[in-house]
Each structure stands twice: as C-alpha cells, then as structure tokens.
C-alpha cells in the first residue's frame, strides 16, 4: 500500500508563513514528478505546484506565483511547499501526489489543513 504522508499544516495569520512536507512511503517515488493541489472550503481541488523528478521542471498556478516555492530532497525523499505571504484565500486541505504517468496524478496523500486568518 503505498502512502503520502503530508505534515506542517496549521493556523496562521494573513502575512504569515508555512512550510509543508510530503513524505512518500516508497523511496522509488523520487524518480517521478509530485505536485501540491490545495482545495478550498466548498470547492474543487486545484493544482498548485509541480516539480520534476530531479527537482526541475517547475510550475506554479497563477495564484500562488512569487508566494510559494515548491522543491524536493530527494535524499532524504521528501517534498516541500514553502507558502510565504499566506491569505485567506489560500485556507484549505492541501494535498502532495505523485505522478507515474504524463498528465496524471496517481497517487495521494491524506491531506493538511492550512488555515489562514485575516
């Protein structure tokens, strides 16, 4: 069974800033792309980031450009979003995932809650 175990979620207020961990529980995970999607209350899950399998091939939604870093440690086989100049709107479940295949997103984690106050 494999597992994507996201932590570093919290409250924090507008300004404010969070870095979120994903942990895959296969090593062999560190060869494919992983993405961060964030839903909000009442909506839909949205990507957010993207990053190649050798930490290249980055890519950010509009919303969050300039404000959040995605990056990777392969070492240490983990994957980062570090969220800076946090809003209201960014409140929500904010789930890692890998990508096995072009295009799509196969596999996911359980979610952290992030929730920014004004």
């Known amino acids: 069974q494999v597992q994507l175990v996201e932590s570093g979620g919290g409250l924090v207020q507008a300004g404010g800033s969070l870095r979120l961990s994903c942990a895959p529980s296969?090593?062999?995970?560190?060869?494919?792309?992983m993405g961060w999607f964030h839903q909000a209350p009442g909506k839909e899950r949205e990507f957010v980031a993207g990053i190649g399998w050798s930490g290249g091939n980055i890519n950010y939604a509009d919303s969050v450009k300039g404000r959040f870093t995605i990056s990777r440690d392969n070492a240490k086989n983990t994957v980062y979003l570090q969220m800076n100049s946090l809003k209201p709107e960014d409140t929500g479940v904010y789930y890692c995932a890998v990508s096995t295949r072009p295009a799509s997103y196969d596999y996911w984690g359980q979610g952290t809650q992030v929730t920014v106050s004004s």
């Open positions: 296969r090593r062999t995970f560190s060869r494919y792309a």
